[in-house]
């Protein structure tokens, strides 16, 4: 495994290993980024929380108990954890921090929603409310936590949030199929496409994630405790 020698790691709070991939592009960081995949931990966590603050800040939480239970390889690591949902304006808000099982807690579909589900059911909130009442914004809220080890505890230092918005408003109907989520009905401000018709890269620029990253990414060039960390 990489960076096991140098003291320093990066880990995204995540199993998936192409979202590792995404935040080490966007970050611009030259060491692989670790996932909980590669570290060998299974975490499972509900996203109970209030806002995204609550769930992203409850995601490194759970990722640092488990690393000083099996005492890592490194001395210092940064952990990063994230929560992003769309908030509709019409709605009040909507879904915001229940996006992802919109549908269910609505109590429209029984388990796990498809995002079919979930578009489905927004569009059939807004039925009715002309365009320029349809705005909406994308959100997402990244919690970093650094972690000191020495052999006998972890230190919990630097918790820092950093919060992402792309601001648009949402189409009458469906439009494109790449993306997932609320993708294909999300025309960001400024843009003819919907997030679901633009190529991968150019919704990268310009998302609400790459935003919030592109934030980490200032803070931890700005900080001389941290900059060992991208190279």
Known sequence: ??????????????????????????????????????????????????????????????????????????????????????????????????????????????????????????????????????TARFVCVIALLALEFNDTQCARQALKLFTGTCHGKICFEPRGVNGFGYDSLFQPEGYELTFGEMPAEEKNRISHRARAIEQVRQYLHSNPEFQQFMY
């Not at 495994?1 to 995540?14: D, F, L, S």
Request: with cysteine; net charge neutral; charged share 25%.
């Open 1 to 134: 495994m990489e960076n096991q020698h140098e003291g320093k790691a990066i880990v995204v709070a995540t199993a998936n290993s192409h979202k590792g991939i995404e935040v080490s592009q966007l970050l611009g960081c030259r060491k692989r980024i670790l996932t909980l995949k590669d570290l060998g931990l299974s975490i499972c966590w509900t996203e109970d929380g209030l806002t995204f603050q609550e769930n992203a800040i409850k995601k490194v939480l759970c990722v640092a108990d488990a690393l000083a239970k099996k005492q890592p390889l490194w001395r210092q690591i940064l952990v990063l954890g994230d929560d992003s949902g769309l908030e509709v304006d019409a709605l009040g808000g909507e879904p915001g921090v229940y996006s992802a099982r919109f549908a269910e807690i609505k109590g429209v579909c029984k388990g796990r929603p498809t995002d079919a589900d979930n578009n489905a059911l927004l569009l059939k909130l807004l039925d009715g409310v002309p365009w320029e009442k349809r």
